[in-house]
C-alpha cells in the first residue's frame, strides 16, 4: 500500500467520525441562531471577515453573506483575501484554501474551523513522489490544480483552477509548450481534449465528481427531457460527454441564470444549490447520481471534507490554538510566484474578454 492510500484511509476514518457525529448532533433552530450571533459579534470584534466556498453548508455561506464577507469559488476566495482589510481571515473550505490565503497574505493571521478538512486531489499528490515525477519530465512546464498543498505549488511553474484551466493550458500550448499536469485526471484529460495540448499526467480524482455515473445521469435525463445538464469538469470523461454546459462551480452557476430552461441537473458538489437557488429561484435543480461499491455512495455529492466546517467550530475559531494556518517560508515564498501567476493572468483574461465585450 502506497504512503498516499494509507493516509487516504486515515483521513476517511477521520471523515466518517465527523460525519457520524454531526448526524447524531443536529443543532436545533434556536442553537443554530445562537451560534450565528455569537459568529458575527466575534467576527466584529477580532476585525475578521469570513470566507467561504461554494461547497460548505448554507448556514456558512448565509453567514458569510451576512457579515461582509465572501462566497466564491477557490479563486474569487484567494482575491477577496487578498484584497480585503480585515486583519484576520477565517477560510471555511478546505486546508490547501487557508494555505493560499496565507502564502498570498502572509501578514494576516489565517483561520479555519478545523485544519482536518482537506481534500483527497491533495492527498493523493504528496510532494515527495510529485517532486520525483517532475525531475522525470523536466522539459515540461508543471501545471497544477489549486486543490494541492502548498508545497506541491512551490514545485510548479503555474497553479490553475477549474475556471482559467483551459485559457492556461491554450495559452502555454501556443507557445508551444509540453504540460506536466496534477493531480485531477479527469480534469486534466478534459483539459487535453478541448485544448489538443501534450500533456503528462498525475494519477489523482475528487471522490465527489468521479462518483457521478454517466448511466445514472443518462436515465435522469430520460425523466426529465428538459432539463439542461450542468457538468464540473473534475468528472469523469462519460459524464462530461452528456453535458450541455461543462465548468467550473461560478461558471455553473452563471449558466443556471443565463440559460432559459426550467430545469438543471447538476454534477457537483451539492453545496452549490445554495447559491443557485439564490440566483435562479424560479427554477428547479436535480442533483447527479452518484454510486460506490455496492450500489452505495461515498460522497452522496457532498464533500465529507467541506462537510467538516460546522456552525459550533466556526463558534470556537478565535478561541483555540490548533486551527490557525501557518506556512513555511521558503516554500511560502517559492509558490508565491505561481499563484501571483495566476491571478494576473485572470485578471488580464477577464480584461480582455470585457474589452470584446
Request: net charge negative.
Amino acid at each position: 500500500m502506497s504512503l498516499a492510500t494509507e493516509k487516504l484511509d486515515v483521513i476517511r476514518q477521520q471523515v466518517q467520525y465527523h460525519l457520524d457525529r454531526a448526524e447524531n448532533e443536529q443543532l436545533s433552530p434556536a442553537q443554530q441562531r445562537q451560534l450565528s450571533d455569537d459568529i458575527k459579534n466575534r467576527l466584529q470584534q477580532e476585525n475578521a471577515v469570513l470566507v467561504a466556498h461554494y461547497y460548505t453548508s448554507p448556514l456558512i455561506q448565509a453567514l458569510a453573506e451576512e457579515t461582509g464577507g465572501c462566497v466564491s469559488d477557490s479563486l474569487e476566495m484567494a482575491r477577496f483575501g487578498h484584497d480585503h482589510p480585515a486583519e484576520t481571515l477565517v477560510v471555511a473550505g478546505v486546508k490547501f484554501m487557508g494555505e493560499t490565503a496565507k502564502i498570498l497574505t502572509p501578514e494576516k493571521r489565517v483561520l479555519m474551523p478545523t485544519l482536518e478538512a482537506t481534500c483527497s486531489l491533495d492527498l493523493g499528490c504528496p510532494i515527495e513522489d510529485f517532486s520525483a515525477f517532475c525531475d522525470q519530465h523536466a522539459d515540461r512546464k508543471v501545471v497544477v490544480y489549486a486543490n494541492t498543498s502548498a508545497a506541491v505549488k512551490a514545485r510548479a511553474d503555474w497553479v490553475v483552477t477549474s475556471s482559467i484551466a483551459l485559457d492556461v493550458v491554450e495559452h502555454l500550448a501556443d507557445q508551444g509548450e509540453k504540460i506536466l499536469w496534477a493531480p485531477d485526471r479527469h480534469l486534466g484529460d478534459y483539459v487535453r481534449r478541448e485544448t489538443g495540448a501534450d500533456i503528462l499526467m498525475w494519477d489523482g480524482a475528487c471522490i465527489v465528481h468521479e462518483e457521478f455515473k454517466a448511466r445514472g445521469l443518462a436515465d435522469l435525463k430520460r425523466v426529465y427531457p428538459d432539463a439542461a445538464v450542468l457538468v464540473h469538469p473534475e468528472s469523469p470523461a462519460s459524464v462530461i460527454e452528456l453535458a450541455d454546459r461543462v465548468g467550473s462551480t461560478t461558471q455553473i452557476i452563471n449558466a443556471a441564470r443565463e440559460m432559459a430552461n426550467k430545469q438543471f441537473i447538476v454534477a457537483t458538489d451539492q453545496g452549490i444549490f445554495y447559491k443557485l437557488q439564490q440566483v435562479a429561484p424560479d427554477k428547479e435543480f436535480i442533483i447527479a447520481p452518484t454510486a460506490g461499491q455496492g450500489a452505495t455512495c461515498h460522497s452522496c455529492a457532498n464533500c465529507p471534507w467541506m462537510a467538516m466546517n460546522e456552525l459550533e467550530s466556526l463558534a470556537n475559531v478565535f478561541d483555540r490554538d490548533d486551527n490557525e494556518i501557518f506556512v513555511d517560508s521558503t516554500v511560502a515564498e517559492q509558490a508565491m510566484v505561481p499563484l501571483h501567476r495566476m491571478l494576473d493572468f485572470a485578471t488580464e483574461l477577464k480584461l480582455s474578454v470585457k474589452g470584446k465585450a
